[in-house]
């Protein structure tokens, strides 16, 4: 078990109005690592852990965020940098190639130089296309003694075929391969840094000494921003305040402000509640999903909405008709632990786990709210 020292969770929307929950752990953990800009040793007593959830994925998906405001690009920056202490396979040097728009222009015009070469020349990888190779990249002779070693032992001596294949209907190998990735860095001259060669070890960025104090600073400015732009919206009413009462009354004026009909509204409300926000701040990305029946998208997720009946129905028609449930119940027969008949077998799964172990498919788990005197479920899809 770690021993946590601090935490601290933030929540915001980012550009595409995505929500997204972060959270961030320091704990204890006394290690001796090696700086990724100057390769020497360090001593550090702590390390920092930062995941997210949001939409449909969760954990490291800091690449599925795009930041609205500074301090969510704060927010971005700290994490690559000092998750698990900065970890990487790469110098400081090493990764700012790899991690810039040279890097993709250098791939993509390798990709260009060979693409017309056929499937012959593509496998005689000789010296005329070494020297090509050599002289459009303008390799230096230091370079040359790296660039040889990778092309023979991470390319099988031919980093055409490697890249492109022996065809044109795709590349064989992107830019996000490690050897790859090697043959690059090695054109300039990055492929062993300061003696260190890539991706043979770990380093590390040594972590401020204030880190509780940075982690509190981004996550207030995050939440000062959000509370800004939630301002922006017109609230009109607060389904996240304590004694809100879902009336008629209510659901009329959703209905008014929305132009939808009375379930739309009573869905609404229903969602509203569960995520505790103002009728402006959902109004702002509540809609209807083209692709499933009594399923609405808010913030970037997705939500079964209805009342238990109407979900029911739903998860039965999924199982009655989804040829998967079908194959799980031959599965069931063939390891003898049911006689059921497939229709009794079918029936089963919703009379025995219930609609929502086979709408949500997130944490199995859904809550119903009071709305104008009709309980309405809400669960993730």
Not at 49 to 78: N, W, Y
Not at 127 to 154: G, T
């Amino acid at each position: 078990m770690r021993d946590i020292i601090f935490k601290r969770s933030v929540q915001f929307r980012d550009e595409n109005k995505n929500s997204w929950t972060v959270e961030f752990e320091v704990y204890k953990e006394n290690s001796t690592r090696r700086n990724r800009e100057t390769l020497q040793e360090f001593n550090q007593g702590f390390s920092v852990s930062v995941c997210g959830s949001g939409g449909m994925c969760a954990g490291q998906c800091d690449d599925h965020i795009i930041p609205r405001t500074e301090g969510q690009t704060k927010l971005l920056e700290f994490w690559k940098k000092c998750h698990l202490g900065g970890m990487s396979g790469g110098t400081v040097r090493q990764d700012e190639y790899l991690n810039s728009e040279q890097y993709v222009n250098d791939y993509n015009y390798f990709v260009e130089l060979f693409k017309t070469y056929n499937e012959h020349y593509r496998e005689q990888f000789d010296s005329i296309s070494f020297q090509i190779i050599v002289k459009n990249f303008n390799i230096s002779n230091v370079a040359l003694v790296q660039v040889r070693n990778v092309i023979y032992e991470k390319m099988g001596n031919n980093p055409i075929k490697y890249i492109l294949g022996l065809s044109n209907k795709s590349l064989k190998h992107n830019l996000s391969d490690y050897n790859v990735q090697c043959f690059f860095l090695a054109i300039k001259e990055l492929y062993v840094d300061k003696g260190y060669r890539y991706g043979h070890g770990w380093l590390y960025d040594p972590l401020p000494g204030n880190i509780e104090e940075v982690i509190n600073s981004i996550c207030d400015l995050v939440e000062e921003e959000e509370d800004a732009l939630t301002e922006e919206l017109e609230a009109v009413f607060d389904m996240g305040e304590e004694g809100f009462v879902a009336t008629g009354e209510i659901i009329q004026q959703v209905m008014d402000l929305r132009e939808c009909d009375e379930d739309e509204a009573k869905r609404f409300v229903a969602l509203g509640i569960h995520l505790g926000c103002t009728f402006g701040d959902l109004n702002d990305t509540f809609e209807e999903c083209p692709y499933g029946e009594q399923l609405y998208c808010a913030n970037g997720i997705d939500y079964y909405i209805g009342t238990e009946d109407e979900l029911n129905n739903i998860a039965s028609d999924r199982v009655h008709n989804d040829g998967e449930y079908e194959y799980l119940w031959r599965e069931a027969v063939a390891a003898k632990s049911t006689t059921d008949s497939l229709s009794d077998w079918l029936d089963s799964i919703i009379s025995e786990d219930g609609w929502c172990s086979v709408l949500n498919h997130w944490d199995g788990r859904y809550e119903e709210y009071k709305v104008a005197g009709e309980y309405i479920c809400v669960c993730r899809s």
